[in-house]
């Protein structure tokens, strides 16, 4: 039986993670942690757990916590994932990986020294919405891929005009950069896993708008250990009711299209016909994952397909882009 502990009860928890650690068989949530004694206390009694911490460490050394899950902003992740796994606990980090490429560098390294097991949320590579676009992709109905583009846009967050109280993921030291860091990671990573590591990438960033002090605005231009060549581009200053969220993919026989965060229908183009598919995804949207990461602690399957190795090399991508090494 794996017993999680959470360092980190937040909106994410809430629906997207928390319920589906006890859905999943020979699986369980024994303590929360949160800063705020209130809130913790509040999110125990809520969700029908027995304990409740303000502090990480207290939560870490519980004995009935076998497994950690980070769900903190990425600033305190290497911190506690680290702390986890000298005490011999496997942890599940929420995305991205960490505040910065150096960061997971050393989550790995430890995790490799204590043999304790370090996974990421980058759940996307177990929803069937993508798992269709990998068959698509492995079944050659594309043909050669050539190319691929990311384009996302979204206008500012009502909270962005708050200068005194600006959300946690536009401030760097508890996010690592803005919202590129922790909408751009899903992509990357849904990329490595749908086309293989990205060997080459350059980008540059700016400051437009100034609500805040990091990045709103990103382009990039990477290739692929496979020659697959891409670019992306990123808003997070378009005009009001301004959204794109879409990922083009070419190959020498078709094109398809998809998104990253809408689930919108994924559409075929060949000379021969056009399709869509649609595929629905769990109440739980992290439910496959935390599946497969449990069947794989309990002895009972694979290794699951986000470890910290693979959510490494987002998080190196994305530093190169923003030139923070």
Known sequence: MVKWGFIGCGAVTEKKSGPAFRKVEESDVVAVMRRDSVKAEDYAKRHGINRWYNNAHDLINDPDVNAVYVATPPGSHAEYAITAMRAGKPVYIEKPMAASFQECIEI???SEETGVPCFVAYYRRTLPYFNRVKQIINDGLLGDISTVQIRFSIPPYATDFDRANLPWRVKKELAGAGYFYDLASHQFDLLDYLLGEIKDVQG???????????????????????????????????????????????GTKGKLT?????????????????QEFFEENPENIQFYLIQSIVNYLNGKG???????ITAQRTNYIMDKILSKF
């Open 108 to 110: 790995n390294r430890v």
């Open 204 to 250: 540059y960033k700016s400051n437009i708008a100034g609500l805040y002090d990091v990045e709103d605005s990103v382009v990039a231009s990477f290739r692929f250990e496979s020659g697959v060549l891409g670019s992306g581009s990123w808003s997070f200053i378009a005009p009001k009711d301004t959204r794109s969220d879409l990922i083009y993919i070419t």
């Open 258 to 274: 998809c998104s990253t965060f809408n689930f919108s229908p994924i559409i075929l183009e060949t000379s021969e016909c056009e």
């Open 302 to 308: 694979d290794r699951p397909v986000s470890t910290g």
